[in-house]
């Protein structure tokens, strides 16, 4: 977590761009209309470029670019009729994967080789972290070899940009539809954030209304649907013998909207529920639990908690009458029809 607060500075430029990005799309109008889930992955990219890639922000977007054409190729193969051993074919999918693929490879493997000599270029970044020395379990000095940092790299798309993007589109949206939550949510961030207006990692912890908020979110809409787990031993659920060596998967969304647990209001956005931290443990899982949990947890909820806090700071949102409410799984659970919202500036 300390290492991901230490980001804060760069997220709050990136997102101070992206702003400065849209006063001159609204060019002195009274409103603007934006699609907040291309807005928001768009700059999730811009801020995980530089955390992950220092300087070389431009290569960093564009292997997220690339790794998010992968995504939607497989969210495509998974859905097609499956022959064995079909992914070994020279298809017209499967060729342009392996293009995909080779380009990934090639683009994090010239960041590698580039920064080997150029540390302060990559200090404090992920890429250093997966480069430098960590000590294992045994106590012994030990380096990822290359073909780990690259599957680290490609990971991290996952773990963090998907998840976070997400995250602050589906906050945007529902604070967009309950507009006493995003008047509270305001208030919390002006009083916290005090005369400078900018979030501190420091200050974070301190938006505990906001947390509340995402943590809503998140029950409502988890990014993604469900968690699997294999059986290390044979085990027993009430009456259910389970053998060593059985998929299990657990529904995220029925879990969240479960009204045994949640209450008659499971389906409803009620932050409110949040005020009692004790909820935010075995019932709220998102990110998974124990040490199979996501690895981008931290950072998605540090990243969103900067990223909403100056866009509340800066403006007023509202639906636009062109949204269309149309969840939809694709690998995580995205708006089908976009996230229009109506943004005034405050």
């Known amino acids: 977590m300390d290492k991901v607060k230490r980001w804060v500075p760069q997220m709050v430029a990136s997102t101070k761009m992206f702003i400065e990005k849209w006063e001159e799309m609204r060019n002195g109008e009274e409103e603007i209309e934006l699609d907040v889930h291309r807005e928001v992955h768009s700059l999730s990219a ?178 993604a649907m469900t968690l699997n787990r294999d059986t290390l031993k044979k085990a027993k659920l009430g009456s259910l013998e389970i053998p060593k060596g059985t998929q299990l998967y657990l529904s995220v969304v029925a879990m969240h909207h479960d009204r045994d647990a949640w209450g008659d209001d499971a389906e409803e956005f009620n932050p409110g529920r949040f005020e009692d931290t004790r909820k935010e443990s075995a019932l709220l899982v998102p990110f998974g639990l124990g040490v199979r949990t996501c690895v981008g947890q931290n950072l998605a909820v540090v990243e969103a908690k900067t990223v909403l806090a100056t866009i509340l700071r800066h403006y007023n949102f509202k639906l636009s009458p062109s949204y269309v409410h149309a969840p939809v799984l694709f690998v995580t659970l995205q708006p089908q029809k976009g996230a229009h919202l109506l943004f005034s500036r405050i």
């Open 46 to 223: 811009h801020m995980l470029s530089r955390t992950a890639f220092g300087n070389n922000v431009e290569e960093g977007k564009r292997i997220f670019a690339l790794q998010e054409r992968m995504m939607r190729l497989f969210y495509l193969v998974r859905w097609s009729i499956y022959i064995p051993g079909y992914r070994f074919l020279p298809s017209k999918t499967n060729r342009e994967i392996w293009r995909i693929e080779k380009q990934i490879r090639g683009s994090i493997l010239g960041l590698i080789e580039k920064n080997k000599t150029k540390d302060a270029e990559i200090a404090g970044t992920l890429l250093q972290a997966f480069m430098s020395p960590y000590v294992n379990q045994n106590g012994q000095e030990e380096r990822l070899g290359i073909e780990e940092v690259i599957d680290e790299c490609k990971t991290f798309y996952f773990a963090a940009k998907e998840t976070t993007g997400d995250l602050m589109t589906w906050v945007l949206v529902l604070l967009a539809m309950h507009q006493e939550w995003q008047s509270i949510a305001r208030e919390e961030v002006n009083r916290v954030l005090g005369p400078t207006g900018l979030p501190t990692p420091d200050i974070l912890q301190d938006l505990k209304i906001l947390g509340m908020i995402i943590n809503e979110t998140l029950r409502l809409y988890p990014p």
